[in-house]
T-cell receptor, first 112, second 113 residues
Framework: DTAVSQTPKYLVTQMGNDKSIKCEQN?????MYWYKQDSKKFLKIMFS???????INETVPNRFSPKSPDKAHLNLHINSLELGDSAVYFC???????????FGQGTRLTVV | GDSVTQMEGPVTLSEEAFLTINCTYTATGYPSLFWYVQYPGEGLQLLLKATKADDKGSNKGFEATYRKETTSFHLEKGSVQVSDSAVYFCALSEKTGANNLFFGTGTRLTVIP
């Protein structure tokens, strides 16, 4: 059973489009995260939700909007995609803080 | 800035062979160090961690010792199994701003019977 699953695994889209990445965890964790991994493999947190409430919102363009319909899901919606948004996005969940998080497989987003 | 340099792969070993995957880091403070593993078709999982110098993290037969003098956190296992085939990522997290994780590029390990 996959603990943290995100879909799709690969996403290629044109500039200006709106797209969503979905994430679900079956671990019963209270906290979920979205990370962006840049070309240097640096994983930087974007958002963190605890029990459906936003608790961390790093400096991320307003075009990125997380949505948490319940504590097992945290989806990432991106409006007006730009070339610089191309990256691998990782969803994660934890019960003890981000250092002990379980990560999803990642979604490789390519904006052309 | 903070960074992690990891041994490039891929690495192919026979079952029961000894494994070492090298990892060195650069950090301004005193980071925590981690090894994550990604099995085929699955997400990243924490394998082991060490939070201060000379700490040894261990799990599932894997070990890594936090060496401040050599800024290293090499992953070792005495006898690998086919089920250890995966991609291994070294990572660090500063104790301040702990929500950021710096990952290495990953090393793919394939263990053949």
């Amino acid at each position: 059973d996959t603990a943290v699953s995100q879909t799709p695994k690969y996403l290629v889209t044109q500039m200006g489009n709106d797209k969503s990445i979905k994430c679900e965890q079956n671990l019963g964790h209270d906290t979920m995260y979205w990370y962006k991994q840049d070309s240097k493999k640096f994983l930087k947190i974007m958002f963190s939700y605890n029990n459906k409430e936003l608790i961390i919102n790093e400096t991320v363009p307003n075009r990125f909007s997380p949505k948490s319909p319940d504590k097992a899901h945290l989806n990432l919606h991106i409006n007006s995609l730009e070339l610089g948004d191309s990256a691998v996005y990782f969803c994660a969940s934890s019960q003890e803080g981000p250092r002990l998080a379980f990560f999803g497989q990642g979604t490789r987003l390519t904006v052309v | 800035g903070d960074s992690v340099t990891q041994m490039e792969g891929p690495v192919t070993l026979s079952e029961e062979a000894f494994l070492t995957i090298n990892c060195t880091y650069t950090a301004t403070g005193y980071p925590s160090l981690f090894w994550y593993v990604q099995y085929p078709g699955e997400g990243l999982q924490l394998l082991l961690k060490a939070t201060k110098a000379d700490d040894k993290g261990s799990n599932k037969g894997f070990e890594a010792t936090y060496r401040k003098e050599t800024t290293s956190f090499h992953l070792e296992k005495g006898s690998v199994q086919v089920s250890d085939s995966a991609v291994y990522f070294c990572a660090l997290s500063e104790k301040t701003g702990a929500n950021n994780l710096f990952f290495g590029t990953g090393t793919r390990l394939t263990v053949i019977p």
